[in-house]
Every structure is written in C-alpha cells, then in structure tokens.
C-alpha cells in the first residue's frame, strides 16, 4: 500500500496479484482505512471468500456509482428499481451464489412478458454489474452468464410508417405544418418528426434548440460519452434548420416520449380499419 499527498487531499494506491486499485481522500485516516480495507478484499477474494452482499446490494451500488455517470443513466436506473421489484427472491441471494440456473430462469421469466431485444439489453446491464462486482468490489467470483445463451436481438424491422401514417399520427399529436408546439403532447410530435428529419435517439432530439444547433451542425451529448469524452456532432439538412427556426428547445423530458413508442407499437399490431378509426 503506499499513500501520498496530492495537494490538499491523500492518494492511496494497491496492488496485488495484478489488481491495482486507487482513491483519493480528505484525510490521511480514511486514506490509511480505505488501503487496509481493499488489501484485505483482494487477499479474500484469491482464496474464494466473499462478503455476503446480494445482488439488490450490488444493484444498488451500481446504480449510485456508475448509472449515475452515464447519459443513460435513466434508462438503467428504472431497470434496475423493476429488477429489484418484480424479481425479488433472485435479487435477495447473496451475490456470489447465484447460479447460470437463476439467471436462466430470470431470462425466461422475462422472455415470456417483453421481446428478446429488450432482454437482451437488460442482460447486458447485469453483465456490466456482475463484471464490476467481480474484478472491483470483489464480491464474486465467475458471471452466472457464463455458458448461458443470451436471447439475442429483436429481427430488424421490416415495416416503416409510410407518409400518411406520418400524417396521421402528428395530427394526432396536435401538430401542424408550419407550426411550433405550443403544448407538451405537440412537443412529442414535434421530437417524433425531429428524429424521422436526422436519425437522432430521443435523447439526442431533446437536446435541439438555440443552445446546440449552429447552422447545419447540431452538437449533442450521447449515452457513450463518459467513455469518449466528446459529444456527437450531427449534421442536420436544410429542411430541418427550418423546422428548427424560433424553436427555444423542449420543456419535455425523455419520459413523455414513450407515448410515440406505446402509439408505434400500437399502431402496428392494429389493422389497417382499426389504425383509421384511431387516427
């Protein structure tokens, strides 16, 4: 363990076995604690010992330490809380107990209620938990994933809304030609018209306005920039910076977007006679 002085605050470094772990702390105390602490854990984790956290601890860490850095960080938090909600026994076992058996089971409990490509976006999420578990916290051994066989991805779509449906759902939505929305439902029309315009992920749409969009260029943060370090820079057509024109930006959060989704989802499973009487 060797601990240092860094300005006004203490640096304390590990290594052992190839783990090399690093903090910084207020006090040379918890600095001197904090090296004892992990030294410990790593001697622990060679011969096979574990601390009993279960996987709704682990979940929970995740959530705090790392979802919460991420532009993604909604998305994986409301899974997390849904996890921990509809799947309590498994969530309730000690982490580095849980079985390939109690993961499969959960992939197939699941496959039953939501498509495989929402699975599998979902098993990626606990992967990362499991990995961060594993090789950072050292609270387990193997992934219970290992051996599993993932669900795979949703068959790409074959079907896009042709541009009366288009119509339809934007009149809808209380959207008009020419028009700027002047209501939250309008809005989500207004984002579901900005994304068929750029390609953009809603996330990405909701940030459009005065602030990111400079002549034909719109700059905008993106889920994976914790890891890049730079937003992505979009460039949008002509038409679009005039739909754009007096937009001051969205007053609407991510969340009010998924009405589009239920609507979509909706709208292509009903029949042709059904979506008319709808719309």
């Known amino acids: 363990m060797y601990i240092r002085k860094l300005e006004d605050k203490w640096r ?13 702390f207020l006090t040379k105390t918890d600095a001197t604690a904090w090296g004892i602490r992990e030294e410990a854990a790593l001697m622990a984790a060679k011969r096979g010992v574990f601390p009993k ?3 709704a601890e682990a979940l929970a860490r995740y959530a705090k330490d790392v979802s919460s850095t991420k532009a993604g960080a909604r998305w994986e938090q409301l899974r997390i809380e849904a996890l921990v909600r509809d799947f309590p026994a498994l969530c309730g076992k000690v982490i580095h107990k849980l079985t390939t058996q109690d993961m499969v089971a959960w992939r197939d409990a699941r496959l039953k209620t939501v498509s495989k490509g929402t699975v599998q976006r979902e ?8 990995t961060k578990a594993k090789s950072e916290w050292r609270w387990m051994g193997d992934s219970p994933f290992a051996g599993m066989q993932s669900p795979g991805d949703n068959p790409p779509r074959d079907q896009l809304p042709t541009s009366s449906e288009i119509r339809r759902i934007l009149r809808w939505l209380g959207h008009f030609t020419g028009r700027l929305p002047t ?11 900005l994304s068929l315009r750029t390609g953009m992920r809603a996330g990405e749409v909701l940030q459009l306005g005065p602030a990111t969009v400079s002549g034909s260029v719109a700059t905008v ?5 914790y890891r890049t370090g730079k937003p992505r820079k ?19 959060g991510s969340a009010s977007l998924d009405s ?20």
């Open 123 to 130: 098993l990626n999420l606990i992967s990362h938990v499991f």
């Open 53 to 55: 956290r279960t996987f």
């Open 183 to 193: 209501s939250k439902q309008a809005e989500v029309a207004f984002a579901y018209l």
């Open 12 to 24: 304390v470094e590990i290594q052992r076995d190839g783990v090399r772990q690093s903090a910084v």
């Open 260 to 279: 589009i989704s239920i609507l979509m989802s909706t709208y292509y499973r009903a029949s042709s006679e059904d979506i008319a009487s709808r719309l």
């Open 234 to 252: 979009i460039p949008i057509s002509r038409r679009t910076q005039v739909l754009l024109a007096g937009f001051k930006g969205f007053t609407i």
């Open 221 to 225: 943060h993106h889920k994976m920039e």
